[in-house]
């Protein structure tokens, strides 16, 4: 049987935009054998956010783990949301860590960053910046 993630991330595809991490990740994933659900393409801010967690929900149960990509702006909001939803059905989630600005919010929004990247199976460290960042504040789940 396939392992099926729900890959939650801006997926704004199309002209004007960059090629981002979920496009390339999502299809190497597949590649490899997995089964994977990406979101959101939605280009409204709130709309995406109610897409991404209305996406938890309803593939809960089709799905083995869900990755977020967590950015240091507003983005860091939406994965705080998304990773408590799924704490609640009690589904594993795995943060993607992205922008140079994670180390600030792990020192002015420490109650949400600890919910958030304590409650993970791994925190993604794409960078040695960020995972000597993390380390520093005593993260200890992370690749």
Known sequence: MKTAIL????DLQGSGTNVTTIAT???QLKSLGYEVHAVSRKRNKVIRLLDMMWSVVAYR???????IDTYSTWNFYYAVAV????????LPY?????GGNLPSRLKNNRFLSYKLF???KTNVCPSHYL?????????????
């Open 7 to 10: 890959y939650v991330g801006n």
């Open 25 to 27: 990740l999502s299809t």
């Open 61 to 67: 149960r089709q799905v083995d783990y869900v990755l």
């Open 83 to 90: 990773a408590n939803l799924c704490r609640l059905f009690r």
């Open 94 to 98: 795995i943060p993607i860590l992205h």
């Open 118 to 120: 304590n409650g993970a």
């Open 131 to 143: 995972l000597e960042a993390f380390k520093k504040e005593g993260y200890t789940n992370l690749t």
